[in-house]
């Protein structure tokens, strides 16, 4: 809220700035300005608000602790929940009664300050008004601002319309004091202007005016009555659509339709008067027993009538699409004015409604992120809220011009967001990561490997007394636990590995204890041999859907070019969407890939940017080589 505070002090800053206001008029001002912040502030505080402290539970394994007792993460969130939702109730309540009532009162006195101490407000390179003048400077200077250059004043003569009289003058002198209820205005080198207003008419039309030039002009404006502002002034007879509640939206949006309808209704008669059928009907009565087209219609007048008729068809063209012009931006204003009353009956509902929406995706965000505190929690709830916040912008705007139905625009970010809070509830609820892509690229990968190879052939030894069982039995203890350990890069199958267990069980040599030398299983090569396989099946997973990429979009931009562009705009949909599965499964084969190689000890060449970049266009060369030389790189482990 104070950020936001302090930028609206900055947007407003031209208006309060040099007034010399009271201490409790500036507080007046905060106070009212900070009701239509809590659109902004409320959700955003909601949402970062349940992300740090859910995210807090989750990294200090609180919620392992109420696991652990028998509470679940929906008892954790219920009596938050019910504070929620009694918030959104309120939340309705203040947009619908206090931002209104604030709005009004914040118009009428951002109102009342303009009025004050207006020798203190006149800035540079724009037209202030003081009382019935308005006065442009080019540069001030002095410790008070008192010396001006370059000085145009527009004065106004009594009660006539418009400014009448003109000062322009090289220098000028602000000569009172800023205290003064009297603004002394000294001008210096310049020119005075006056267009004479005679009671005749016949005089005025030949716009007399006076001219004359000045060394020294002094101007004094009595400032008694202007600095003398009542802050608490209110006038009521203002109506926005951000100052009126649901009950008078709703009248409010009624009678601006009933309006808009009658001139629809009005425009419509208007045009069918002054069409040439309407008119002619009234006019020329043929024989009935006739039928004229428009060159027998013409035949009936000489040639001077027939372009008249002409002349005057043209005239009444031109006439009725200057008429359709004026009146489709009228309409348009209409529209748009009915629009912004719409949405502003729904945004009071959208918020009450988005409060909730945002604790669902901040609670169970923090507890999947298990990150707390400030960080990562911030970053993640701007980024959610500025997605949320420019969707409903982008939308309203839209809806504004009437191109986007302003119903569907109020709604539109709060809708996105809903099945968003859905998926997250449910990840937290069950206890699984955010993102699950395994499971969503599990099908492609069973269809492009099959079923892994679980290495279940010859699970049983050799008989005694066979050719192999004796051979093996011939082997040192110490050949038998190389075997054991490295059976694989041997290329021989579990039997081999069975055998040889069941010959050092017989000399004595237990399991337990190879296992505790590390002598049963050659971890760094059992490691390695899972990456590579993880690192097979997703480099074949990405090969396939690089193909199907590829095929798709140049198949969907042929057919879109000849002509065929729904097909075509299909074909490309599918090819964009294997192209995101793709890179997916290539982000997976570059992890397996770096791991693979930490297990080996090796410089991770896939963590460098040439492979990655280049990876992905040619990602058929990328497969082939990498294939080779991980299968060559695995058998040197020993």
């Keep these: 809220m104070l950020i936001f505070i302090l930028q609206s002090v900055w947007l407003y800053i031209t208006e309060l700035a040099g007034k010399d206001l009271d201490i409790d008029i500036i507080f007046k001002f905060l106070v009212f300005v900070t009701p239509r912040l809590v659109v902004l502030v409320l959700p955003l505080t909601i949402l970062l608000a349940s992300i740090m402290v859910f ?66 407000i006149i800035a540079e390179g724009q037209f202030n008004q003081i009382d019935n003048i308005n006065i442009k400077v080019d540069e001030k200077s002095g410790d008070r601002g008192q010396f001006l250059k370059n000085v145009l004043i527009h004065q106004k003569k009594g009660n006539l319309p418009g400014n009448h009289t003109v000062y322009a003058s090289l220098d000028g002198e602000l000569a009172s004091s800023e205290d003064s209820n009297v603004l002394q205005l000294v001008l210096q080198n310049g020119n005075y202007y006056d267009d004479l207003q005679p009671k005749e008419l016949e005089e005025r039309r030949k716009n007399p005016n006076i001219k004359s030039s000045f060394k020294t002009l002094t101007l004094n404006i009595d400032l008694a009555e202007i600095n003398n502002v009542d802050f608490d002034e209110q006038n009521n007879d203002i109506t926005k659509y951000t100052m009126l509640g649901v009950r008078n939206l709703n009248y409010t949006i009624d009678s601006l339709n009933v309006e808009q309808n009658k001139e629809y209704d009005a425009f419509a008669v208007n045009m069918y008067n002054r069409s040439t059928a309407s008119t002619l009907k009234s006019n020329v009565d043929p024989a009935e027993d006739k039928e004229f087209d428009d060159a027998t219609f013409l035949n009936l007048f000489d040639t001077k009538k027939k372009v008249q008729l002409i002349d005057l068809a043209i005239n009444s063209i031109n006439s009725t699409n200057q008429i359709i012009t004026i009146k489709q931006k009228s309409f348009f204003e209409s529209q748009k004015k009915i629009n912004k009353h719409v949405i502003a009956l729904h945004e009071k509902f959208a918020l009450a409604l988005a409060c909730i929406i945002l604790f669902f995706i901040g609670a169970p965000l923090g507890a999947l992120i298990k990150k707390g505190g400030i960080g990562l929690p911030i970053m993640i709830a701007i980024s959610f809220f500025l997605t949320y916040h420019f969707i409903g912008i982008f939308a309203k705007n839209s809806a504004e011009d009437d191109s986007l139905n302003p119903l569907i625009a109020t709604w539109l970010s709060t809708v996105i967001m809903l099945p968003i809070s859905i998926y997250l509830t449910s990840r937290a609820t069950k206890d699984r990561a955010l993102m699950d892509l395994d499971s969503l690229l599990l099908p492609i990968k069973h269809m492009v490997n099959g079923k892994r190879d679980e290495d279940d052939i010859g699970l049983q030894a050799f008989e005694e007394n066979s050719s192999a069982y004796n051979k093996l039995n011939d082997y040192s203890d110490q050949k038998l636990i190389d075997l054991l350990k490295n059976y694989r890069q041997y290329d021989l199958d579990r039997s081999y590995k069975n055998t040889a267990l069941k010959i050092l069980n017989g000399r004595g040599v237990t399991e337990q204890e190879l296992r505790f030398a590390g002598n049963l299983v050659n971890e760094t090569f059992e490691s390695a041999l899972r990456y590579k396989n993880n690192y097979r099946e997703n480099s074949r997973m990405g090969l396939f859907l690089y193909i199907i990429a590829l095929v798709f979009d140049l198949s969907g931009a042929i057919l ?26 290539f982000a997976k084969t570059l992890s397996n890939q770096t791991n693979f190689y930490k297990v080996l000890g090796h410089k991770i060449m896939s963590n460098s940017i040439v492979f990655i970049i280049l990876g992905i266009p040619l990602y058929f060369l990328y497969y082939l080589y990498f294939n080779r030389k991980m299968k060559e790189d695995l058998k040197q482990i020993r």
């Design 560 to 585: 879109n070019n000849n002509g065929f562009s729904f097909l075509g705009k299909t074909l490309i949909g599918i090819g964009v969407l294997a192209t995101v599965l793709f890179l997916i499964s």
């Design 55 to 120: 995210g807090g539970f989750a990294e200090n394994y609180e919620f392992a602790a109420m696991k652990s007792t028998g509470i679940s993460l929906q008892r954790a969130m219920r009596s938050i929940s019910v504070f929620i939702f009694g918030l959104s109730i309120l939340t309705f309540f203040f947009a619908n009664n206090i931002i209104p009532a604030a709005e009004l009162s914040f118009h009428n006195l951002r109102r009342n300050i303009a009025k004050v101490k207006p020798a203190m």
